[in-house]
């Protein structure tokens, strides 16, 4: 399965829902997740996203091992998006920025 990781916290492009054939993408206050028992493993998401946010889980970086329950937890929870909404006006500003678990909005 693909994973959504701690770059994607308050950036939220949203631009993976668009091409995600199984519509697989959930949406929190300021993050988005992949429902892992839904994702077919296409890929196509990992490229679209502009903060380098989405990986294959067998491809984590260091430290992100957090992320595979998070997006299993919060899947089960949020709803289902499939069209880019509104994206946060000072995405740029956190595009890169560390540390950004403790922000996360559940
Ligand atoms: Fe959707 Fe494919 Fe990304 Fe999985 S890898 S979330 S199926 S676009």
Redesign the pocket.
């Known amino acids: ?2 994973v959504v990781t701690e770059n994607c916290i308050k950036c939220k492009y949203q631009d ?1 829902v668009e ?7 959930y949406e929190g206050p300021n993050f988005l997740v ?2 892992p028992d ?9 490229p ?1 996203c502009p903060a380098n946010a ?1 990986f ?1 889980e067998d491809e984590l970086p260091a430290g992100q091992e957090v992320f595979i329950e998070i997006n299993a937890d919060l899947s089960q929870k949020w709803p289902n998006i499939t069209q880019i909404g509104e994206q946060p006006a000072d995405r740029e500003e956190w595009n890169g920025k560390p540390d950004k678990l403790k922000l996360l909005e559940r």
Do not use: Y
């Open positions: 399965t693909f993976c091409v995600c054939p199984v519509d697989c993408f992949i429902n839904e994702c077919i493993d296409c890929a196509l998401c990992e679209e989405i294959s």
